[in-house]
């Protein structure tokens, strides 16, 4: 399971060394899948829950227009990244303009997978979201209740 935060920098090449609790995470050096998130930061999935996450896609009606909107949203903007020897992944420039990711990132677990933000935008998020904190978990109780 992913968690923690973690303040790093990208190099000039785009490069992103992952800190030492998501790498020993990952355990092997399989490839891992970055995509869309969501308010605006890439997710960065492991294969096995990659396979997991597109085979929840392929449940979705594509009859739909929202499906189709999120269908295409979502798989268009994959990649797959290897992981090189020191434990770096390297973000294309055209991916980090697109998510408007700067030199200064935020790297934040959330589970089955981990979130690359731009720090401002991550620290913009938190901000707002700590102040309504108490109100979201009461807002996530049991449904029965």
């Not at 490839?31 to 998130?37: A, E, M, Q, S, T």
């Not at 434990?87 to 934040?108: A, C, E, G, W, Y």
Request: one cysteine or more; hydrophobic letters at 35%.
């Amino acid at each position: 399971m992913f968690f923690g935060h973690y303040e790093h920098s990208l190099d000039d090449k785009g490069r992103l060394l992952l800190p030492r609790k998501i790498k020993e995470e990952l355990k092997e050096n399989s490839p891992l899948y970055v995509l869309k998130g969501f308010e605006g930061c890439l997710s960065v999935y492991r294969e096995v829950e990659f396979l997991k996450l597109t085979a929840e896609c392929e449940k979705i009606s594509f009859n739909k227009k929202n499906a189709r909107d999120y269908l295409r949203t979502v798989l268009s903007s994959v990649i797959e990244l290897p992981i090189d020897k020191v434990n770096r992944i390297q973000l294309p420039k055209d991916v980090l303009s697109r998510f408007h990711i700067t030199k200064n990132v935020t790297i934040i677990g959330v589970g089955d997978h981990f979130e690359i933000w731009d720090s401002q935008a991550y620290n913009k998020y938190e901000e707002e979201v700590s102040s309504r904190f108490e109100s979201i978990a009461e807002s996530l109780g049991k449904e029965d209740e």
